[in-house]
C-alpha cells in the first residue's frame, strides 16, 4: 500500500513537472503573473481612489463644521438681543421712557455696531418703525408686507423666525436677510416685532475664507429650499427657490450625510456634504467636484496603471519569447530524436527503433498470447542497379521502395524499417502467417507497379523478394529465431526466382545458421 502511494506521488510530481516545463504552461504562468500583477494594481488603485473620496468627505465635514459654528455663534448673539428688547419692550417703565434711552436700555450696543449688522428695528402691530437703532428718530418706513412681519404675526409662538434674502429698503436694496421675534401685549395679543437686518455680505466673506477648489461650491439654504447664499457668488442664484432639486430632497431626508450627485445650478458632479443645523432652519451644504476629488489619484494612477500595464505586457512578452524558444528547443529535441530514430535516407525506423519495436511487440506478443508476423524484404539485384544508373538513382529507388512500403501498411501498430542496405523489416502485430501473406503481396505488386527501369533484372523493373515468418503461442523459438526464419524464408525467395513472397515454416527451430547456406547479398 506503501508503495503504491509513493508511486502515485511519483506519477503526479512528473506529471506536473512535465506540465510546468511545457510552454504552454510558461506563457501561462507570466499571463497569470501579469494578471495578478494588474489585479494587484487594481486594488491598490481602488483603494487609493477610495481614500480620496474618504478625504474628501472629512474635509467637507470639517470645513462645514466651521461654518455651522460661526453661524450659530453669531445668530445666538443676535437672537439673545433680540430677546433681550422683546423682554424689555413688555416692561412699562421701559416703554415710559424717551426714545434716546429706550434705544439705550433695549439695542445691544456691540450687536448693533457689528460689522455686517445692517439695523436693528422695533416695528409696530402695523408694521411701522417705532425704535431704530441707527438713530433717536426712526426711519420712516412700513413693512407690514414682509413674510417675518406677516409670519411672526400670525403665530403667537413662532419664536426666532429667519427670513429669505430680500433687497433692503432701507438701505438701497442691500442683499439682507432678517431674524425677528414677535412682541406681544400683556394680553398675548400682537404688538409688534424686533428684528434685526444681516447683510449677506457676512455668509459671503465667510464661505470666501475656505479653498474648495476651482469648481468646489459651498452653500447655506432654507429649510424651505431658497438659497441664502453661495460660494462661488452669483448674485442671480441668491433668493432662487431649490425645493425641486434632487440635491435639496436628499438635504432633507436626514440630518446630515454625504452622496454625490449633479448640481441643478450648474451641472457640474459634485460630492456633497450637508447638515441641518440643528437650532436654526438652516442648511450648511459644502461640495467638492468630483473631477477635482479624483485629480491627485488620478495622475497617480495614470502613473502607476501605465508602469503596472508595462510590466505586466513584459511579463508576457517575456513569457512569450521563452516559451517560443523552449519550444523550438523542444522541437529540435523532438526532429533530433526523430533523427536518432529513423533512417536519413527513407525516413523508415531505423535499426536501432526496429530493435526497440521488435522486442517492445515480441514481449508483449508472449505475454497476451497473441500473433506476431515479420515480412523480410529485399531489392532484387540492387547492386547491379546501382552498377547501371549511379548511387544517386539507387538512394531514389532505395527511397521510393521505402516509401511504397510505408504506404502498403495502415494500421497504427504496423511498422517498417530499414533494416540495412536494400533490405527492411515490417512488423504486423496481431496479424497471423495469412494475412501477413496478403500484405506482402501487396508491397510486392505495388512496388513492381511502380515501373522503375532496370535493364540488369529479369523482369526489366525494380521488384523485391520478401520472406515472411510469425510467432504464434505454440511457437518454440525465440525472437532471434524468428527473425533468421524470415531471413532464410527471404533467400527462398530470392533462390526460387525472385519477386515473389515466401513464408517460413509454420514450426522453424532455432538454428545457428539457415539451413545450412551461407547467402552472399552482394550479389543479390
Not at 102 to 126: C, I, N, P, W
Not at 314 to 327: E, H, K, N, T
Request: aromatic share 8%.
Amino acid at each position: 500500500m506503501i508503495g503504491k502511494d509513493r508511486s502515485r506521488r511519483a506519477t503526479i510530481i512528473q506529471r506536473a513537472y512535465r506540465f510546468l516545463t511545457e510552454p504552454r504552461a510558461i506563457v501561462i504562468g507570466g499571463l497569470l503573473l501579469a494578471v495578478t500583477m494588474l489585479g494587484l494594481c487594481t486594488i491598490v488603485l481602488y483603494q487609493g481612489r477610495e481614500d480620496a473620496l474618504e478625504r474628501a468627505r472629512e474635509t467637507s465635514s470639517n470645513l462645514g463644521l466651521v461654518v455651522e459654528r460661526d453661524i450659530e455663534r453669531n445668530f445666538e448673539i443676535y437672537d439673545l438681543s433680540l430677546q433681550a428688547v422683546a423682554d424689555g419692550f413688555n416692561q412699562a417703565d421701559v416703554r415710559g421712557l424717551s426714545r434716546h434711552l429706550q434705544r439705550e436700555v433695549l439695542f445691544d450696543h456691540s450687536t448693533t455696531t457689528a460689522k455686517y449688522v445692517g439695523s436693528m428695528l422695533v416695528l409696530d402691530a402695523a408694521g411701522n418703525i417705532v425704535l431704530d437703532s441707527a438713530n433717536d428718530v426712526p426711519r420712516p418706513g412700513n413693512f407690514a408686507d414682509r413674510k417675518y412681519f406677516t409670519f411672526q404675526r400670525d403665530n403667537p409662538h413662532a419664536g426666532l423666525f429667519i427670513s429669505d434674502p430680500f433687497r433692503s429698503r432701507l438701505r438701497d436694496g442691500v442683499p439682507t436677510i432678517a431674524l425677528s421675534r414677535r412682541l406681544s401685549h400683556p394680553d398675548g395679543s400682537f404688538a409688534g416685532i424686533a428684528l434685526v437686518g444681516i447683510n449677506l455680505t457676512y455668509f459671503r466673506q465667510l464661505f470666501a475664507g475656505l479653498s474648495l477648489g476651482p469648481h468646489g461650491a459651498i452653500s447655506l439654504i432654507g429649510r424651505d429650499g431658497v438659497m441664502v447664499m453661495r460660494q462661488p457668488y452669483d448674485p442671480r442664484v441668491i433668493g432662487r427657490n431649490l425645493s425641486q432639486a434632487s440635491t435639496f430632497r436628499r438635504f432633507t431626508a436626514t440630518a446630515d450625510g454625504s452622496f454625490l450627485d449633479t448640481s441643478a445650478i450648474d451641472g457640474t458632479r459634485r460630492l456633497y456634504y450637508f447638515r441641518n443645523l440643528p437650532d436654526l432652519p438652516l442648511i450648511v451644504m459644502v461640495a467638492q467636484a468630483e473631477s477635482e476629488i479624483y485629480a491627485a489619484w488620478r495622475r497617480r494612477a495614470i502613473r502607476t496603471g501605465s508602469l503596472t500595464a508595462a510590466l505586466g505586457i513584459g511579463f508576457s512578452m517575456l513569457a512569450y519569447l521563452l516559451a517560443a524558444q523552449l519550444r523550438r528547443r523542444m522541437r529540435a529535441e523532438a526532429e533530433l530524436e526523430i533523427l536518432a530514430r529513423t533512417d536519413g535516407l527513407t525516413g523508415l525506423s531505423n535499426r536501432r527503433t526496429l530493435g526497440e519495436i521488435l522486442e517492445q511487440e515480441w514481449r508483449r506478443a508472449r505475454r497476451t498470447r497473441s500473433i506476431v508476423s515479420l515480412l523480410f524484404v529485399d531489392i532484387d539485384r540492387f547492386k547491379a542497379y546501382n552498377d547501371l544508373y549511379g548511387h544517386q538513382a539507387g538512394d531514389d529507388a532505395l527511397t521510393t521502395v521505402a516509401h511504397c512500403i510505408g504506404e502498403n501498411i495502415r494500421r497504427p501498430s504496423d511498422s517498417a524499417a530499414r533494416y540495412g542496405g536494400e533490405e527492411f523489416i515490417v512488423v504486423l502485430p496481431d496479424t497471423p502467417p495469412s494475412g501477413a501473406a496478403q500484405i506482402a503481396e501487396k508491397i510486392l505488386n505495388a512496388v513492381s507497379d511502380l515501373g522503375i527501369e532496370h535493364t540488369g533484372s529479369e523482369f526489366g523493373r525494380v521488384t523485391v523478394s520478401i520472406g515472411t515468418a510469425s510467432w504464434t503461442p505454440d511457437y518454440d523459438g525465440d525472437l532471434a529465431a524468428m527473425i533468421r526464419a524470415a531471413d532464410e524464408a527471404l533467400y527462398q525467395a530470392k533462390a526460387t526466382g525472385r519477386n515473389k513472397v515466401w513464408p517460413a515454416p509454420a514450426r522453424a527451430s532455432v538454428r545457428e545458421t539457415i539451413g545450412g547456406h551461407s547467402r552472399d547479398f552482394a550479389a543479390s
